[in-house]
């Protein structure tokens, strides 16, 4: 991560030129996306999933995310606290952080408003699948157990 971050850091600095302001248009947005999703998605060994985290940083780092209103991730009606604030200042940031949920739904990553259940059913399916056989093994192990 740090290495990531010292790279951005440069890539800013260079473009910025010594001044505190910089158009987001002329930020590397391609490269920025691709050292986070690799950063982030390195241990992520899911196919799936990789293409969320993709599609999660491709919306919320653009140029766009400096215009007023822009929504974070996209598909998820009527949640002010997926909109960016307005102004610019950290108390601005801040005051939007502490209106966030204290447990973020699994809207806020892309994902079905379900996720949690889909996961929990996935689990239960594979434990049973799991028990099922391992009930198998110990039926033919007490047959083997008779024949003797």
């Known amino acids: 991560y740090e290495c ?7 890539w800013v600095d260079t473009i ?3 001044r505190s302001n910089v158009a987001p248009q002329k930020l590397p947005w391609d490269m920025i996306r691709t050292l986070v999703t690799e950063t982030y998605g390195g241990k992520v060994d899911d196919f799936a999933d990789f293409k969320q985290l993709e599609s999660l940083v491709t919306n919320l780092l653009t140029p766009a995310a400096f215009e007023d209103e822009h929504k ?3 598909g998820v009606e009527n949640d ?3 909109t960016l604030p307005g102004g610019t200042s950290i108390r601005d940031f801040v005051e939007w952080v502490n209106k966030l949920p204290e447990r973020e739904p699994p809207t806020y990553l892309g994902l079905p408003a379900n996720a949690e259940k889909l996961l929990l059913v996935g689990h239960g399916n594979k434990m049973i699948s799991d028990l099922s ?16």
């Open 72 to 74: 974070i991730v996209s």
């Open 16 to 18: 910025a030129q010594g």
């Open 80 to 82: 002010d606290c997926l």
């Open 133 to 148: 056989r391992v009930t198998t093994l110990l039926d033919e192990g007490e047959q083997l157990m008779i024949e003797a």
């Open 4 to 10: 990531s971050a010292h790279i951005i850091d440069y």
